[in-house]
């Protein structure tokens, strides 16, 4: 991919990621009571591979104009910071980790759920970016028109994760 391709994937991305939000603000208020979006900001990525909807969700998020950043601190490595929804009060506690040169795995924990790995069975993005060797060969990913079926509760389909488009 040279870097106009990437730069657009990456517009496209976030256009999507975008669309999820205001869906969860207008059907509920806030992003912070959906299962699917419990479970995409907070799963866990890598070693070896960063889920590149995840990263931008995460961001996007933080740029709501109701999530505040809160004076918590806390000893998680990684730890970036706690956010608080002034929507519906929930805590959320950003988790950064650089895992390669610049890349980073971006994660937000809801209070009271810091497993969300398991409400759904490893599901991941298609767009991943991966150090050779170390791709998430054998899970389950979702092309971005499926995620945001999966994102809004409808029907989606998987497929085992592969590189390329
Ligand atoms: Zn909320």
Known sequence: MDMNEALKNLERVREQVRRVLRYYVDEGGCPCGYRPFIYWVGKKQG?????????ALVKSTLELPFFEKTELECG????SGSWFCRGCGTLWRHIS?????LAFHDRLLRKGE?????LYP?????DVAATAGLEPKGLEALSLDQW????MGREYSSRPWRSGP
Do not use: K
């Open 47 to 55: 070693p070896g591979w960063q889920d590149n909807v995840q990263n």
């Open 76 to 79: 998680d490595w990684g730890y």
């Open 97 to 101: 980790i650089e895992w390669r040169m």
């Open 114 to 118: 810091e497993y969300p790995d398991s």
């Open 122 to 126: 490893g599901l991941l993005a298609m």
């Open 148 to 151: 945001v079926e999966f994102m």
